[in-house]
């Protein structure tokens, strides 16, 4: 049975909306169903742009951490030769193509005169990092054909 909607209720969904960037579970947290908060927000036109502000706010927070992610890595284990533990950084770099080309692409969409210059000589690293990327994975299995392989490079 869901409580009441209260101020408190409220902003308590708008914070762990703005946290979670998720209706349900946020409803949940607050003890308020999912119903509640959708009619309150065809009703109430300040709660439906404080639910927009929240939900920017999540989104936001989620872009930041993939940024992050793409631009410092991501610190995973593995198992070295000799059977110690040992920790290197791991990067998506499709990821962060993908997010520089959206951040690209939308810099165009705002006339923003540099971007498609920009753009084209994005498109053009990308080939070149392709060819890069293609060259040392020859290499590697190279290597390893060689029985020359080893383990990746820690941190």
């Known amino acids: ?3 009441p909607l209260t101020p408190e209720r409220i902003a ?8 979670t960037s998720h209706v349900s579970k946020s409803a949940r947290r607050a003890g308020v169903t999912r119903g ?14 404080a639910w927009a502000d929240a939900a920017v706010s999540g989104y936001t927070d989620l872009e930041l951490e993939m940024l992050g ?18 920790r290197m950084t791991e990067y998506d770099d499709a990821q962060s193509l993908k997010m520089l080309m959206a951040y690209k692409a939308g810099l165009v ?5 540099r971007a498609a210059a920009s753009m084209a000589n994005l498109t053009g690293a ?7 990327l293609e060259l040392i ?18 941190d």
């Open 36 to 49: 509640q908060v959708y009619r309150l927000r065809s009703v109430d036109a300040d709660f439906a742009q």
């Open 137 to 154: 994975r020859a290499r590697l299995n190279a290597s390893t054909a060689d029985g020359a392989g080893g383990d990746p490079q820690p």
């Open 12 to 19: 308590a969904f708008l914070d762990h909306l703005a946290e």
């Open 1 to 3: 049975m869901s409580e």
């Open 109 to 113: 969409r705002e006339g923003d005169d």
């Open 126 to 132: 990308r080939d070149r990092l392709a060819a890069k």
């Open 69 to 86: 992610r793409a631009r410092f890595g991501v610190k995973k284990p593995y198992k070295r030769a000799d059977g110690k533990q040992g």
